[in-house]
Nanobody, 127 residues
Framework: QVQLVESGGGSVQAGGSLRLSCAASGRTFSNNGMGWFRQAPGKEREFVAA????????DYADSVEGRATISRDKTKNTIDLQINSLKPEDTAVYYCAADSGRSTWTVFRRVSNYDYWGQGTQVTVSS
């Protein structure tokens, strides 16, 4: 059974940092592009960051550009998302996702480009 399991969420004050992790099991995603998305109450799921299957290309939403870093460890089948200078508007459930693996160089922003999803981890930032 393929699973993506997120961890590292929690409650922090504005200005703080969090490191979210996503562990894959059931198969290797070493050639799949991986992404982080988030969904706040009453809002659509939105793109946060992505890293290509090759690991050489990354992309960030404007809202986290300069504050977030996505990384992957293929030996551990994990991806991480470090977010610094957290703001109350970063409050959301954060989801890890894997794309189909058709391209090892491309990074995708659309939800529809991802085939596998985790259950999410809550991040709450208080002012």
């Amino acid at each position: 059974q393929v699973q993506l399991v997120e961890s590292g969420g929690g409650s922090v004050q504005a200005g703080g940092s969090l490191r979210l992790s996503c562990a894959a099991s059931g198969r290797t995603f070493s050639n799949n592009g991986m992404g982080w998305f988030r969904q706040a109450p009453g809002k659509e799921r939105e793109f946060v960051a992505a890293i290509s299957g090759s690991g050489t290309n990354t992309d960030y939403a404007d809202s986290v550009e300069g504050r977030a870093t996505i990384s992957r460890d293929k030996t551990k089948n994990t991806i991480d998302l470090q977010i610094n200078s957290l703001k109350p508007e970063d409050t959301a459930v954060y989801y890890c996702a894997a794309d189909s693996g058709r391209s090892t160089w491309t990074v995708f922003r659309r939800v529809s480009n991802y085939d596998y999803w985790g259950q999410g981890t809550q991040v709450t930032v208080s002012s």
